[in-house]
């Protein structure tokens, strides 16, 4: 196997998953897909492409460091890092085309850190025996595919030759299907919008107001989406964030399982990526079924959005906390801000007559902002009179964002 070339990734322990991982590997060449045997066993000797010697080798302290100690736990995470490290160089020579992985616990430790180093749109594939618990540690906020084997990954037999079978040619499909590249001079300028179900409409309009001129990626805002969008943002794949749906923030400090964590709109405080948002669905804290829910919240205000998510509506101090934190994230930022409040409403549910509607509680959000905001040249507060999914609200975020990102002839000729 020419190992320069670019090709399909076939990575685990082939001392103990030799088996299917050699199956996998001939399906994907009897699809005519290139492939790389690479063990990553921290007591192997098969026969593959790369040995396991050769990739414990780009650990930072050896071979030995990987292969030359006793402990199971430790050796692990070394070859996991060594893993990391060959990949990343790798990547860089054009030599990756795509991945695919087996493993229990250990293995998908071993690869996953791997895996999430190629970038989106590289197939990646798991096949791991942790599939059908919590995926988030490995997966992160990739597009990693994972798949469930059904029987341990130990012994080929009906069951698991169809699985690995299934996944194997998945991503042979997703190797030798790609979706065309976009065409130089064709490409627009990305940019990302958060939405809840509850801001759909305001997303959604803003989305259809941009599409001539830009190229409008939503991200859900339950956490992972949030994460999402602040990397992409952060590694220069966004022109601008249109943050519409900050409920991350609120979930975050109220501890909701919407949480994103604290580095929430970073990518505009640390790099200055221009940022156009708003406070939609801050109004809310997300929690699971109804029935889990902690005893201190149940007087609490609550709509039931389906059997495993229940929202909890804002109190006026959580609203004026996720406010705080919100201009404190924007006064940071060394490029463009243009922050939009909808007195009218800040979700489908805040509105006269429904569920969540408490202006108290939202002239406590628009307060903090207020008093906390530092308004300047590049840095605006408009307090609007429309709900968020007013038409009128909508119009009035895409004019924003027109007026902050430059198109591209505008760069073009601005350049010259």
């Known amino acids: 196997m020419n190992t320069d070339a670019p090709a399909a990734w076939v990575v685990g322990t082939y001392d103990t998953k030799g088996d299917e991982l050699h199956y996998m590997a001939a399906l994907l060449r009897s699809a005519g897909v290139p492939v790389l045997t690479v063990d990553i066993g921290t007591r192997s000797k098969s026969d593959v492409d790369m040995p396991a010697r050769t990739v414990a080798a780009y650990h930072p302290l050896g071979a030995d460091a990987v292969l030359g100690v006793d402990d199971r736990g430790v050796a692990v995470t070394a070859m996991g890092e060594a893993l990391s ?30 895996m999430r180093l190629l970038p989106i749109g590289r ?34 037999n009906r069951l698991s030759r169809s699985v690995l079978a299934n996944a194997a040619h998945a991503l042979a499909g997703m190797l030798l299907f790609a979706a065309p590249a976009v065409a130089p001079g064709h490409d627009k300028p990305a940019i990302g919008l958060t939405m809840f179900g509850v801001t759909t409409p305001c997303v959604q309009a803003v989305r259809g107001l941009l599409a001539d001129r830009f190229d409008p990626q939503i991200f859900h805002a339950n956490g992972p989406g949030g994460r999402t969008i602040e990397r992409l943002a952060a590694a220069g794949m966004l022109e601008a964030i ?3 749906t900050t409920t991350e923030v609120g979930q975050h400090l109220a501890g909701g399982i919407c949480d994103a964590g604290p580095t929430r709109l970073d990518a505009a405080a640390r790099y200055g990526v221009p940022w156009i948002g708003s406070v939609g669905a801050l109004d809310m804290i997300n929690w699971g079924a109804r029935e889990t829910i902690a005893p201190q919240y149940r007087e609490r205000i609550f709509h039931v959005h389906n059997a495993n998510v ?18 404190e994230q924007l006064n940071r930022s060394p ?36 008093s906390t905001f ?43």
Request: proline letters at 8%; hydrophobic letters at 50%; zero cysteines.
């Open 85 to 114: 490290a060959l990949v990343r160089e790798k990547l860089v020579q054009g030599q990756i085309a795509g991945m695919i992985g087996a493993g229990g616990s250990g293995g998908s430790a071993m690869i996953a850190p791997a």
């Open 242 to 244: 249109v943050d519409i």
């Open 310 to 327: 229940t929202l909890m509506r804002s109190t006026a101090q959580e609203m004026a906390a996720a406010g705080l934190r919100i201009a």
């Open 335 to 370: 490029g463009p801000v243009r922050l939009l409040l909808p007195a009218g409403g800040v979700s489908m549910l805040d509105a006269p007559g429904l569920p969540f509607h408490d202006p108290a509680a939202n002239a406590a959000l628009f307060d903090a902002l207020q």
């Open 374 to 416: 530092v308004a300047s040249e590049t840095h605006q507060l408009d307090v609007l009179p429309w709900h968020i999914n007013d038409p009128t609200f909508a119009q009035t975020v895409a004019r924003h964002v027109q007026e902050v990102v430059p198109s591209p002839l505008e760069r073009e000729t601005a350049a010259n």
């Open 123 to 156: 197939p990646k594939l798991l096949v791991s025996t942790m599939a059908a618990g919590d995926m988030a540690p490995y997966v992160d906020v990739v597009d990693m595919t994972s798949v469930y084997p059904v029987t341990d990954i130990a012994g080929l």
